[in-house]
């Protein structure tokens, strides 16, 4: 795959970053998945390490009415005054704005401070030179219409010390939100997305006298945007500046790699990018790519091992402690109340492998998932594996085998087949099956296009992990192996086997 790479693949929307000192940190997007708010660290943009999640305790954070592409929307992360602080909705929950700090970002993260009264989504902190902190984020309501509004806020109370009031809409383009609010040099800059996070995303900015205004759009059109172009980097928007130590300037924004054949889908979700910032006449321009560190071809692997699970795991609308806990040789995985519990990673690779050796007592097993509507399930139920498609309402068993105890599930996710221009070809193919001494023995195969964001619509991306519908499954192992480089991974069911060390 050429072209431009994510510096953090896979389902990792809506960046927001600061720097401290030589360090950087970031945050994203977690929607219904919790721990929420994933955040990363890096010391030069172009390698991030996971270093946890912001909102890692129920206490924080309450998914558990959150559906698909519910919960956790766009984040804030900034540093004043020997603090950071994490501003962000909990859209699943009428607590309104959720804000907590910290004073190291790898944690303990204080209690949320809510703000109920500040209807909207996608909310920024920015402190004036007074001092005051401001709340800029995409209001909702008769009173504030459609655009970017803010107000002044006690960020250690969430008490609202000023009516909201509209401060820019952007320059045209539908759905204005994620701003951010700068003071550089002598004027206030406001970063906001518009077009909406389809096709038409866009990067926009604005500046002014004041934190309020008035703002002037950049004469140079939208700072970042792919529409209507054939690069490879789609939907780029909702964007957040930094500045490094020696005074250049980046940008981290998100987009999606689709592919296929026309209008194409893409299955990671929305995935975080870099670019490099100059300045012109006063206005950012981009100047260039910031690549991740790793090549194309490299191999990721991870392995469930010891008692802690890795950062990269989540569960969806549940915290991973109430779907796994701990049992005789391995993790016992069991349903959430009257639903079932899932609990997984993301899918970060435009090929990857995964396999789960899993004991059932029950209905359960491994699945690739955008949501439980649209995925591809490994389900083992009554001495009988079968590789369950779900698209939308219906369910539709492909292949299915006789199993005896303990068996080993395995995912292909591998290059799609067929004419460069046949609407049969998707982005991938996903491959479902028991893996066995000879490779994976394939129970069904499913176009990728059904497991993507466009099928199953909302913000998200794919996810591989296990569930359990009733009863009670023993996940003995787990293992992951992904590559953007198909000829690594991404090989038919008897291919390159990538869990070789």
């Not at 191999?299 to 989540?314: D, I, N």
């Amino acid at each position: 795959m050429s072209g431009q790479r994510p510096v953090v693949p896979g389902f990792h929307p809506d960046p927001s970053i600061c720097r401290v000192g030589d360090t950087y940190w970031l945050v994203t997007s977690s929607f219904e998945y919790a721990p929420g708010v994933p955040l990363f660290r890096s010391d030069d943009l172009r390698s991030w390490e996971q270093a946890g999640h912001v909102l890692d305790r129920p206490s924080q954070l309450d998914v558990s009415a959150a559906g698909p592409s519910g919960g956790v929307f766009a984040p804030t992360l900034r540093y004043h005054d020997g603090r950071f602080w994490m501003i962000t909705t909990n859209w699943s929950d009428e607590g309104g704005q959720l804000l907590v700090w910290a004073d190291d970002p790898a944690g303990p993260w204080s209690e949320p401070v809510r703000i109920p009264g500040a209807i909207g989504i996608d909310p920024d902190l920015a402190w004036d030179d007074a001092g005051t902190c401001l709340m800029t984020y995409a209001g909702f309501g008769p009173n504030g219409g459609e655009g970017i509004v803010q107000s002044a806020i006690d960020p250690l109370t969430g008490e609202v010390l000023t009516e909201r009031r509209w401060i820019w809409s952007g320059t045209g383009g539908k759905f204005p939100e994620g701003p951010h609010l700068y003071r550089i040099g002598d004027w206030w800059y406001l970063l906001i997305a518009e077009g909406g996070t389809e096709r038409g995303h866009a990067v926009t900015i604005a500046r002014g006298p004041s934190p309020q205004g008035p703002f002037e759009a950049s004469p140079n059109g939208p700072l970042v945007t792919h529409r209507g172009t054939d690069l490879p980097v789609q939907n780029t928007g909702h964007a957040d500046l930094v500045q490094r130590p020696d005074g250049s300037w980046a940008l981290v924004y998100h987009g999606v790699r689709p592919r296929g054949s026309s209008p194409e889908w893409h299955v990671l979700g929305r995935e975080t990018f870099a670019d490099e910032i100059g300045w012109r006449d006063g206005w950012p321009v981009v100047t260039g790519h910031v690549e991740p560190a790793t090549a194309a071809d490299a191999v990721v692997r991870e392995e469930l091992s010891g008692r802690e699970l890795p950062p990269s795991w989540v569960a969806a609308s549940a915290f991973p402690e109430e779907v796994l806990s701990h049992a005789e040789g391995g993790r016992l995985v069991r349903p959430v109340g009257d639903r079932p519990g899932f609990a997984g990673r993301r899918q970060e690779h435009l090929y990857a492998r995964a396999r789960a050796r899993v004991s059932v007592d029950g209905v359960g097993g491994l699945s690739v998932r955008i949501d439980p509507r649209h995925a591809l399930d490994l389900e083992v139920d009554g001495g009988v594996v079968r590789a369950v498609w779900a698209v939308g309402d219906v369910r539709h068993v492909l292949g299915e085998r006789p199993v005896d105890g303990e068996v080993e599930l395995g995912f292909r996710m591998a290059p799609t087949e067929g004419h460069e221009f046949s609407t049969a070809r998707g982005p991938d193919r996903v491959l479902a099956g028991v893996e066995g001494p000879d490779g994976l023995e394939v129970l069904g195969e499913v176009d990728g296009r059904y497991v993507s964001t466009e099928v199953a619509g909302g913000m998200t991306g794919r996810l591989v992990g296990v569930w359990c519908a009733r009863g009670a499954v023993v996940l003995r192992s787990f293992e992951y192996a992904g590559s953007d480089d198909p000829a690594v991974v991404g090989g038919g069911p008897a291919g390159p086997e990538p869990w070789a060390r």
